[in-house]
T-cell receptor, first 116, second 112 residues
Framework: GAVVSQHPSWVICKSGTSVKIECRSL??????MFWYRQFPKQSLMLMAT?????????EQGVEKDKFLINHASLTLSTLTVTSAHPEDSSFYICSAGGLAGAGEQFFGPGTRLTVL | KQEVTQIPAALSVPEGENLVLNCSFTDSAIYNLQWFRQDPGKGLTSLLL?????REQTSGRLNASLDKSSGRSTLYIAASQPGDSATYLCAVKVQAGTALIFGKGTTLSVSS
């Protein structure tokens, strides 16, 4: 299957700082990328959908000014958590789809964010 | 709005047992359905993808079925092993290009 990478795999930051998470499709072009958040023992909740070259579409309840998404190329999307607070601590997972086969979505390994 | 439910939430079985995990979705108009495995603190591993026109998919000891009209899918695991212990997630895609909608998962524990 296609490979999606995320960087960093984990990050610890102080409250009030901003954190950028990168999501890359390594061997295919992803017209669409999705960002999910997963709290402990919970399922994945979709945060936003990003399409290359256009603004992201955010799910209800997700603050677009807090979670900045940029999808500047067909292989890279970034999620920036601005002015992070402890309640933003979570597991963030990106997913890519599009040109790669039959509507299958491929997931990155996730980024564990801890805000102190 | 599409909702995905997985039953049971947790399951413990001895090694060697065959088992079935259940997934149901409220709207039968789906594009495809995927089953994933997630180990603690890790990302998702795709197990099986079933297109809306398909009835089942098989990979090794895993078999997933899809009954779109009744809004159900099952994941059958044959001859379970301790290494199968993980959380299994079911997810549906409503339309091409849209995001997967996930159930809450079934946490499986296989004892040796």
């Amino acid at each position: 299957g296609a490979v999606v990478s995320q960087h960093p795999s984990w990050v610890i930051c102080k409250s009030g700082t901003s954190v950028k998470i990168e999501c890359r499709s390594l061997d295919f072009q992803a017209t669409t990328m999705f960002w999910y958040r997963q709290f402990p023992k919970q399922s994945l909740m979709l945060m936003a959908t990003s399409n290359e070259g256009s603004k992201a579409t955010y799910e209800q309840g997700v603050e677009k000014d807090k979670f900045l998404i940029n999808h500047a190329s067909l292989t890279l999307s970034t999620l920036t958590v601005t002015s992070a607070h402890p309640e933003d601590s979570s597991f963030y997972i990106c997913s890519a789809g599009g040109l790669a086969g039959a509507g299958e979505q491929f997931f990155g390994p996730g980024t564990r964010l801890t805000v102190l | 709005k599409q909702e995905v439910t997985q039953i049971p939430a947790a399951l413990s079985v001895p090694e060697g047992e065959n088992l079935v995990l259940n997934c149901s979705f409220t709207d039968s108009a789906i594009y495809n359905l995927q089953w994933f495995r997630q180990d603690p603190g890790k990302g998702l591993t795709s197990l099986l993808l079933i297109q809306s026109s398909q009835r089942e998919q098989t990979s090794g000891r895993l078999n997933a079925s899809l009954d779109k009209s009744s809004g159900r899918s099952t994941l059958y695991i044959a001859a379970s092993q301790p290494g199968d212990s993980a959380t299994y997630l079911c997810a549906v895609k409503v339309q091409a290009g849209t995001a997967l909608i996930f159930g809450k998962g079934t946490t499986l524990s296989v004892s040796s």
